[in-house]
């Protein structure tokens, strides 16, 4: 099976504009989380998609945002960007089980000038 | 609220002496737990998991981890390091009412030649 993809791998963007990110899950996963991870901040979590629907959500202003469509791939948005959303933005999937593993892909680097 | 704490922001070894990486969780019930591992630039990778099956848990590389209920920890062990094992390693929780991870601060391993 593939695993996730994420794209773009590389981004760099200026203060104000906003962003899309896309991540593709494994085959069959219909789950799908996306975290923030900086230096100072660790792993942080943004928000949990099942079955196109957001099912759990972190404690991060409104300006991210996502969504899940019907074949699971997911997209999350950053609108008007800060130099402190520079990160790498980590995308998993899983199956919808509690000790089900969940799946990373390689992130994309988002750098914001 | 559920947490994971993991103590040591930074742990250094050297190169054929034992690792040990410590996750300690506060949960009500019974837990899934998690280590994961994360090469620089990369995504998160599983090393292990604990689903209430054996207490004593056999990971890739080397890894195994030991969930002991009475002192609430999931504390991660290698005998022998090598210097492939320098990363940052991730401890997760999860609880069987609620499919999110909580994530520890994680701990970067180097490996001293």
């Known amino acids: 099976k593939a695993g996730v993809t994420q794209t773009p791998r590389y981004l760099i963007k200026t203060r104000g504009q906003q962003v899309t990110l896309s991540c593709s899950p494994i085959?069959?996963?219909?789950?799908v989380s996306w975290y923030q991870q900086t230096p100072g901040q660790g792993l942080q979590f943004l928000f949990e998609?099942?079955?196109?629907?957001?099912?759990n959500k972190g404690n991060f202003p409104g300006r991210f945002s996502g969504r899940q469509f019907s074949n699971s791939r997911s997209e999350m948005n950053v609108s008007t960007l800060e130099l402190g959303d520079s990160a790498l933005y980590l995308c998993?999937?899983?199956?919808?089980?509690?000790?089900?593993?969940?799946?990373f892909g390689p992130g994309t680097r988002l750098t914001v000038l | 609220a559920q947490s994971v704490t993991q103590l040591g922001s930074h742990v250094s070894v050297s190169e054929g002496a034992l690792v040990l990486l410590r996750c300690n969780y506060s949960s009500s019930v019974p837990p899934y737990l998690f280590w994961y591992v994360q090469y620089p630039n990369q995504g998160l990778q599983l090393l292990l998991k604990?689903?209430?099956?054996a207490t004593l848990v056999k990971g890739i590389n080397g890894f195994e981890a030991e969930f002991k209920k009475s002192e609430t920890s999931f504390h991660l062990t290698k005998p022998s390091a090598h210097m492939s094992d320098a990363a940052e390693y991730f401890c997760a929780v999860r609880v069987n009412s609620n499919y999110q991870l909580i994530w520890g601060a994680g701990t970067k391993l180097i490996i001293k030649p």
């Open positions: 998609y099942f079955s196109e629907t957001q099912r």
């Open positions: 998993a999937s899983s199956q919808d089980r509690p000790g089900d593993t969940q799946y």
């Open positions: 085959s069959g996963h219909r789950s």
């Open positions: 604990y689903t209430s099956a």
